[in-house]
């Protein structure tokens, strides 16, 4: 899953903001230890990054923490 292909289809984002997306997404995946591009988490990641830039947050640090921390919380309610 590509999440360049994603950002690229969305016309809010300048070329600045979708590297700032796309890197806060292979971070997340890299915190997450997602490998398996094929894994439907990725799917989840690339969606929940996207959507939080859609609603203005833009830096990749935070992007990277708040799916990280919303991860955190399913998976403390997994268990």
Same mark, same amino acid.
């Given at each position: 899953m590509s999440i360049? #292909?994603?950002v690229e289809q969305e016309s809010v984002f300048t070329p600045e903001?979708? @590297?700032a997306i796309t890197? %806060?997404?292979? %971070? %997340? *995946? #890299? $915190? *997450?230890g997602l490998v398996n591009r094929s894994d439907p988490l990725v799917? @989840?990641? %690339?969606a929940k990054?996207?959507?939080l830039a859609k609603a $203005?947050? #833009?830096?990749?640090e935070r992007l990277v923490d708040q799916v990280l921390t919303m991860?955190?919380?399913?998976a403390r309610k997994a268990c």
């Open positions: 360049y #292909r994603s903001e979708i @590297t890197d %806060a997404f292979e %971070a %997340a *995946l #890299r $915190g *997450l799917e @989840t990641v %690339a990054i996207i959507e $203005g947050e #833009r830096d990749p991860f955190d919380q399913s």
